[in-house]
C-alpha cells in the first residue's frame, strides 16, 4: 500500500513539474486574490474593533457593523476559490528542480510558507466558523483554539507576507501584463487561459451568491451555503446561543427579577422590576442584529431608551457602563456575557434597552425580559438576559 501511494505520489509531482505556467493566468489571478484577501482583512479589522469596543468604533450609521461583516464574510468566501485556482496554476513552480537556485530565490520560498500555510489556515478557520463547527484535535493532537484571536493574529502574518510577495513579484506583474507580452501567443494558449479564467470567475460567483444572502435580503432564497438563514428561528430570525444552553430560563422568568444599576465599586443606584421598566416611556428603532458569522436580520425593537435608565439612576450625563447578563460564570460562552457601552453610545436614542420586537415580547432565546440593542454593534456585543448596568 505505501509503495503505491508513492508511486501516485510521484506521478502526481512528475506531471505537476511538467505542466507549463501560464505567467498572465498567474498574474491576473494573483491580482483579484489580493483585492480578495486585503477586502477581507480590512473589514476583519473592523469587526475587530467593533467586537472588543475599541474606542475609535463609531456609535453609527446603524447598519455600520452589518455592511462590513457581511463583506467581510463575503470577501473571505470567494477567496478560497480563487486560491485553489491560483495554487493550481503556480504548482509547477512549487515542486520544480532545483528547489532552490539562489539567495534571492531562497527567500521567495520561505516566504511562501506564511503565505500559503496562512492563507489555508485564514479560509479555513473562517469557513468553519460560519459553519459553528471548532476542531478540538486533529488524529490525536490538540488543536483547540479561540477563533477571534488565532484568526485575527494569523491574519497579520498573511497580510504581511501578502505585502512582500506583491513587492517580489510586482515587476514580474508588470511584464507579464502588457500588451505585448502576448503578441507572440498562440490562440490556443489564449483561449485556454479564457476558459479557465472563466470557469474560476463563474465558480467564484457562484460561490459569492450562495453565502451572500446572509446579509443581503433578495438572495435569501439562493444562500444555500450560509450556516444560519435569516429568517430561521424564534419570531422569525436567528439565534446562536438558546437560554437552555446558557442555564438563565429560571432566573429570567422568576417573578422577583429586577434590573440593577449600580457603580463600579458595587453601590447600588436603583433597582428596576420588569413592570417598572415597562412603564417608561417606550422607544422604538428598527435595528440589524448582525453577527460575526456573517447573517444579519433588520428587526423592530422597542424598549427604554439607556439614558432614559440611568437618568432615573440619578445620572444626568452620558457615562461608559457595562451592560452585564444572567448567565453563570461558569456558562458555555461566558466571555460575551459583559460587553462595554461607549458614552457616545449611551447617549443615542437608538441604544435601547429592548423589551419587545416587531411588536411582540422578546422571546426568551432572544433575550428575555431584557436586552440591550444599541446601533453598529455585533449580535455578541448585543447582550442578552440583563441583570444589571454598572456605571463606570
Not at 463583506?71 to 477567496?79: D, F, K, N, P, R
Request: net charge neutral.
Amino acid at each position: 500500500m505505501s509503495n503505491a501511494i508513492t508511486r501516485i505520489a510521484t506521478d502526481v509531482v512528475r506531471d505537476v513539474e511538467a505542466a507549463p505556467v501560464d505567467e498572465r493566468r498567474a498574474a491576473m489571478l494573483g491580482i483579484v486574490l489580493g483585492i480578495s484577501f486585503y477586502t477581507c482583512a480590512l473589514t476583519g479589522l473592523f469587526s475587530w474593533g467593533a467586537s472588543t469596543n475599541q474606542g475609535w468604533w463609531p456609535a453609527g450609521p446603524t447598519g455600520l457593523f452589518r455592511l462590513t461583516q457581511g463583506t467581510h464574510l463575503i470577501s473571505g468566501v470567494i477567496a478560497v476559490p480563487l486560491l485553489l485556482a491560483k495554487l493550481r496554476t503556480v504548482a509547477p513552480k512549487l515542486v520544480q528542480r532545483p528547489f532552490v537556485t539562489s539567495f534571492a530565490h531562497l527567500v521567495e520560498r520561505i516566504s511562501l510558507l506564511p503565505l500559503v500555510g496562512g492563507s489555508i489556515f485564514m479560509l479555513f478557520s473562517g469557513v468553519t466558523n460560519v459553519a459553528y463547527w471548532y476542531p478540538q484535535e486533529f488524529y490525536g493532537v490538540d488543536i483547540g483554539y479561540f477563533f477571534p484571536a488565532a484568526h485575527g493574529k494569523m491574519a497579520i502574518v498573511v497580510v504581511g507576507a501578502l505585502l512582500a510577495h506583491i513587492f517580489a513579484k510586482i515587476s514580474t506583474t508588470r511584464q507579464v501584463l502588457r500588451k505585448e507580452a502576448i503578441e507572440h501567443e498562440s490562440a490556443e494558449a489564449t483561449l485556454d487561459r479564457r476558459r479557465f479564467l472563466g470557469g474560476v470567475a463563474a465558480t467564484t460567483g457562484l460561490v459569492g451568491v450562495s453565502i451572500a444572502g446572509a446579509t443581503i435580503y433578495p438572495l435569501r432564497g439562493l444562500s444555500v451555503l450560509s450556516a444560519r438563514h435569516p429568517n430561521a428561528g424564534p419570531q422569525g430570525f436567528p439565534v446562536n446561543r438558546t437560554a437552555a444552553s446558557i442555564g438563565v430560563r429560571s432566573r429570567a422568568e422568576s417573578p422577583d427579577y429586577r434590573l440593577s444599576v449600580e457603580m463600579a465599586d458595587g453601590t447600588e443606584l436603583a433597582s428596576f422590576s420588569l413592570a417598572d421598566l415597562q412603564a417608561m416611556d417606550q422607544y422604538e428603532h428598527e435595528i440589524p442584529i448582525a453577527c460575526v458569522e456573517g447573517w444579519s436580520a433588520n428587526e423592530s425593537w422597542r424598549g427604554v431608551r439607556m439614558r432614559d435608565l440611568l437618568a432615573a439612576a440619578g445620572i444626568d450625563e452620558p457615562r461608559e457602563v457595562d451592560v452585564v447578563s444572567l448567565q453563570e460564570e461558569s456558562a458555555p460562552g461566558r466571555r460575551y456575557g459583559t460587553s462595554t457601552v461607549s458614552k457616545d453610545l449611551s447617549k443615542q436614542d437608538q441604544t435601547l434597552l429592548a423589551m419587545e420586537v416587531n411588536g411582540e415580547p422578546l422571546h426568551l432565546d432572544h433575550g428575555f425580559p431584557i436586552r440591550l440593542m444599541a446601533p453598529a454593534r455585533p449580535g455578541v456585543n448585543q447582550t442578552k438576559w440583563l441583570s444589571k448596568v454598572v456605571v463606570k
